[in-house]
């Protein structure tokens, strides 16, 4: 898949002297944040590799939706967000969101066997997770419902005067929601605090988007109710952090909403159960060929002196990391029958 650079949508010439972001540069990290966010990108491959093994063992059941080949996307914008202050919130591709917000593998992986010791108490499984400690709000599994969550949390920054942003993920499926149109009217309004970030992964649930939208360009989606749009390569973790500097400094500047448009690409089925048949095989080794982000990360810290010897040590890291958190998730107990009847409100009305 080729690289392009980040586009802001452009003015509209009806509407005079209006303000736009301007356009992101490509962040600048150093040797440690290079290493940091490789070190970041490979924990979520592995772990969704490793949830992929499990499923296949039948210790997840339901439904599973792995990230791999987006990592670049909620590492670069995360890493500018401050975990406890900033709320972030996505639909039921969400593991490597929470990996990325720095939550504990040991109870995302325990969530997705039904354990106990899951940060669900098991009760939630792989679609819904949840975070209070880190204003991590799920993990959604109705298509686009989080978008108008996602306005509720920013109007609840605004409200408080927190200082806080939400950042609200969805889909190019998700992206022609009803619900999501109605909450960037009201974001605009109300010059709420949140960032619309399209994970653009291009086949939303199996269909190509230029099949099933009319205005594939989806950065532009928020024209009509003035929010502006940035579209990024969203298999470029600098770039993606570069858009999200940019975002938070237009709305911390109190401006409003902004989209983002992330250009990325999910190397397996949209779920565990979808065989992508859709696609071909070629297509999708020559983006792991020619775009894949943890690689590109490789080679940014190889121009940087960093060898691949150093480097193995890390990997080892993060295996072990991972092998842990998979022990844990299948040795932990499932919660007492009783759970079943716990947080559920039951009233006559």
Same mark, same amino acid.
């Not at 920013?154 to 942003?165: E, M, N, R």
């Not at 590109?296 to 150093?310: C, D, P």
């Given at each position: 898949?080729?690289? *392009?650079?980040? %586009?802001?949508?452009?003015?509209?010439?009806?509407?005079?002297?209006? #303000?736009?972001?301007?356009?992101?540069?490509?962040?600048?990290?150093?040797?440690?944040?290079?290493?940091?966010?490789?070190?970041?990108?490979?924990?979520?491959?592995?772990?969704?590799?490793?949830?992929?093994?499990?499923?296949?063992?039948?210790?997840?059941?339901?439904?599973?939706?792995?990230? =791999?080949?987006?990592?670049?996307?909620?590492?670069?914008?995360? *890493?500018?967000? #401050?975990? @406890?202050?900033?709320?972030?919130?996505?639909?039921?591709?969400?593991?490597?969101?929470?990996?990325?917000?720095?939550?504990?593998?040991?109870?995302?992986?325990?969530?997705?066997?039904? %354990? /106990? /010791?899951?940060?669900?108490? @098991?009760?939630?499984? *792989?679609?819904?997770?949840?975070?209070?400690?880190?204003?991590?709000?799920?993990?959604? @599994?109705?298509?686009?419902?989080?978008?108008?969550?996602?306005?509720?949390?920013?109007?609840?920054?605004?409200?408080?005067?927190?200082?806080?942003?939400?950042?609200?993920?969805? @889909?190019?499926? $998700?992206?022609?929601?009803?619900?999501?149109?109605?909450?960037?009217?009201?974001?605009?309004?109300?010059? !709420?605090?949140?960032?619309?970030?399209?994970?653009?992964?291009?086949?939303?649930?199996?269909? *190509?988007?230029?099949?099933?939208?009319?205005?594939?360009?989806?950065?532009?989606? +928020? #024209?009509?109710? %003035? =929010?502006?749009?940035?579209?990024?390569? +969203?298999?470029?973790?600098?770039?993606?952090?570069?858009?999200?500097?940019? /975002? !938070? $400094?237009?709305?911390?500047?109190?401006? +409003?909403?902004?989209?983002?448009?992330?250009?990325?690409? %999910?190397?397996?089925?949209?779920?565990?159960?979808?065989?992508?048949?859709?696609?071909?095989?070629?297509?999708?080794?020559?983006?792991?060929?020619?775009?894949?982000? =943890?690689?590109?990360?490789?080679?940014?810290?190889? /121009?940087?002196?960093?060898?691949?010897?150093?480097?193995?040590?890390?990997?080892?890291?993060?295996?072990?990391?991972?092998?842990?958190?998979?022990?844990? $998730?299948?040795?932990?107990?499932?919660?007492?029958?009783?759970?079943?009847?716990?947080?559920?409100?039951?009233?006559?009305?």
């Amino acid at each position: 898949m080729a690289k *392009s650079p980040a %586009r802001a949508a452009q003015s509209d010439p009806q509407i005079p002297n209006r #303000e736009r972001p301007a356009e992101p540069q490509r962040y600048e990290a150093s040797k440690e944040e290079l290493l940091d966010f490789y070190k970041q990108m490979l924990l979520i491959r592995r772990f969704e590799e490793k949830a992929g093994q499990l499923y296949g063992l039948g210790l997840i059941g339901g439904f599973c939706h792995l990230y =791999i080949g987006q990592e670049a996307v909620a590492v670069g914008l995360q *890493s500018a967000l #401050e975990v @406890g202050k900033d709320s972030v919130i996505t639909g039921y591709r969400d593991h490597g969101h929470m990996l990325a917000y720095g939550i504990d593998p040991k109870v995302i992986m325990a969530e997705l066997t039904g %354990r /106990a /010791a899951g940060i669900s108490k @098991g009760k939630g499984g *792989s679609m819904h997770m949840f975070s209070t400690e880190h204003k991590f709000y799920g993990g959604h @599994g109705i298509v686009g419902a989080q978008v108008s969550l996602g306005a509720g949390l920013a109007f609840k920054h605004k409200y408080a005067d927190d200082g806080g942003v939400c950042m609200a993920y969805f @889909g190019d499926g $998700a992206a022609n929601q009803g619900q999501v149109y109605e909450a960037f009217n009201m974001a605009e309004l109300w010059k !709420l605090p949140i960032i619309f970030v399209i994970e653009n992964n291009q086949y939303a649930m199996g269909t *190509s988007v230029n099949r099933a939208s009319s205005e594939d360009q989806l950065y532009k989606r +928020g #024209e009509s109710f %003035r =929010i502006p749009g940035i579209q990024v390569d +969203g298999m470029d973790v600098l770039a993606c952090r570069g858009a999200a500097e940019e /975002a !938070l $400094a237009w709305v911390r500047g109190g401006k +409003g909403p902004i989209i983002l448009e992330m250009k990325t690409y %999910r190397y397996r089925g949209h779920s565990m159960s979808d065989p992508a048949k859709y696609r071909s095989r070629d297509e999708v080794q020559a983006v792991r060929d020619k775009s894949d982000p =943890i690689e590109a990360v490789k080679r940014e810290l190889e /121009a940087l002196g960093v060898t691949e010897a150093e480097l193995k040590p890390l990997e080892q890291e993060i295996r072990k990391v991972v092998g842990e958190a998979a022990d844990f $998730a299948e040795n932990a107990p499932e919660p007492e029958t009783g759970e079943l009847y716990t947080e559920v409100l039951v009233e006559t009305y």
